[in-house]
């Protein structure tokens, strides 16, 4: 802990005497009697001052309690220990130094702490987004119960941290929960209905069943009709794929669309698990930036985890084909993959159709985009002046373009979500429940 410059200086009990007094001896200079009475009382507030400097002088310690663990948007805060070595109650005031990626409370924290005693304080803060960063340095003001002297001091404090993404998908989520129940209850009534890929028995044809059920070359062995039964495949697979290109920079609200897509890919990898499906993530811009083969247990999530923790946007147009490419070669069995992305301008939108139609032809394509709110707005206010006008023919221009761009990619055989940014995660959870339920995959 070190001293600032200048390390004390008046409190704000200080300063109204200090004033007062300074102005009457400049008044009063010229009247004889009362010049050694203003002089006396000046002397007399400037010992009280040099006292209560020497009483509190150097008599706080303290040290910073930084969080083990930092995610996204969780709000936290630095933890003060305090020791109080004067014999009087000392006031304290703590100021965090700004922090990147972390959005940290400006006010002083204050607490009193007794003579000769501990005491606590604590700054909030909120992660406003992923990656690693740096604490800086710790500040704080201390004064006596007499509030003349105000002392500042400095805590270094520079620590490397790290901004996990929003982690409250993978801790006992509800609404995983109630999904993963309901992925249960459907794939027991699609093996009822003799759904399915995986050949599972035979038995004799009863009333209800489906002519395409017949196994005709059990019912030519047995010489009775036979049906075959098929079980839903369980341990299927699933390959998330985030664009971090430039356009998933954009912020919506107080977030980047990507921390939002990292967001909602662990929610569904988080369910896949549950559901005993294989998990995996491929991150990718102008080149592949994460890859993490499909397995399931929670080392796996904590693989994924640690895979998109630090991914930051690229200020780089992301390269469709390569991805596609890379995907296809990769995996040959057929899986859902799960495409983060966004749809801005004609471009960008044949880019991404024409990439994504080649994985089209072996696997299960949903695409994930968030669409804008103030796109919404725009079109939702009636506009009152040309401003308001202009608005809204733009807003309705993009959203007609966007509209063009989804219907082709589902054109395609491709599944779309285009949702608000905050409505992702449930959104993408109820598409694959429905998926799984449906047996799509």
């Known amino acids: 802990m070190t001293r600032c410059r200048p390390g004390a200086w008046f409190g ?66 630095f ?12 006031r304290v005031g703590i100021v965090e130094a700004p922090v990147a990626k972390l959005a940290v409370a400006l006010d002083a924290s204050e607490v009193l702490v007794p003579p000769r005693s501990r005491g606590f304080a ?42 996990l ?40 044809y009863g009333a209800g069943d489906a002519f395409r059920d017949i196994d005709w070359k059990a019912t030519a062995r047995r010489g009775r009709v036979m049906v075959a039964q098929y079980e839903v495949e369980r341990s299927q697979q ?11 920079a954009a912020r919506l609200g107080d977030r980047r669309k990507l921390d939002y897509a990292v967001s909602a890919a662990l929610g569904v990898a988080a369910l896949a698990r549950r559901a005993a499906d294989r998990v995996g993530v491929h991150a990718f811009a102008g080149r592949t930036l994460a890859a993490v083969a499909p397995a399931s247990g929670n080392a796996q999530a904590a693989a994924i985890v640690e895979a998109l923790a630090d991914i930051e946007p690229q200020p780089e147009e992301s390269d469709y084909e390569r ?85 082709k990619l589902r054109a395609t055989g491709m599944l779309v979500l285009d949702v608000p940014a905050r409505d992702l995660r449930l959104a993408l959870l109820d598409a694959y429940l429905d998926i799984k339920t449906r047996g799509l995959l």
């Open 238 to 248: 699933v390959i998330v794929a985030i664009d971090a290109g430039r356009l998933m």
């Open 12 to 77: 704000p009990r200080a300063l109204v005497p200090a004033i007062v007094l300074s102005v009457a001896a400049g008044l009063l200079a010229r009247t004889y009697p009362w010049l050694p009475v203003v002089a006396v009382l000046l002397a007399a507030f400037v010992l009280a001052c040099v006292l209560d400097a020497r009483a509190s002088s150097g008599m706080l310690r303290w040290r910073r309690i930084a969080p083990e663990r930092y995610a996204l948007a969780r709000g936290d805060a």
């Open 323 to 407: 991805a596609a490419l890379a995907l296809r070669q990769a995996y040959r069995k057929r899986s859902l993959v799960v495409v983060f992305t966004d749809l801005f301008d004609p471009v960008a939108s044949a880019t991404v159709l024409a990439a994504l139609a080649l994985l089209v032809r072996t696997h299960l394509v949903l695409v994930a985009l968030m669409n804008d709110a103030a796109i919404g707005d725009a079109l939702a206010a009636e506009p009152r002046d040309a401003n308001a006008a202009y608005r809204a023919a733009v807003a309705t221009a993009l959203a007609a373009e966007r509209a063009r761009a989804v219907a």
């Open 165 to 204: 993404p929003d982690l409250s998908a993978l801790e006992g989520s509800d609404d995983l929960a109630l999904r993963a129940r309901l992925i249960d209850a459907g794939l027991r009534r699609l093996r009822r209905r003799g759904a399915g890929t995986e050949f599972e028995s035979l038995r004799e």
């Open 79 to 90: 933890r003060y220990e305090l020791e109080n070595r004067a014999m009087l109650p000392l």
């Open 122 to 163: 604590e700054v909030g803060f909120v992660p406003r987004e992923r990656g690693r960063t740096m604490l800086g340095d710790s500040y704080a003001w201390y004064e006596s119960s007499f509030g003349l002297v105000r002392h500042r001091v400095r805590l270094a404090g520079a620590q490397p941290i790290r901004v």
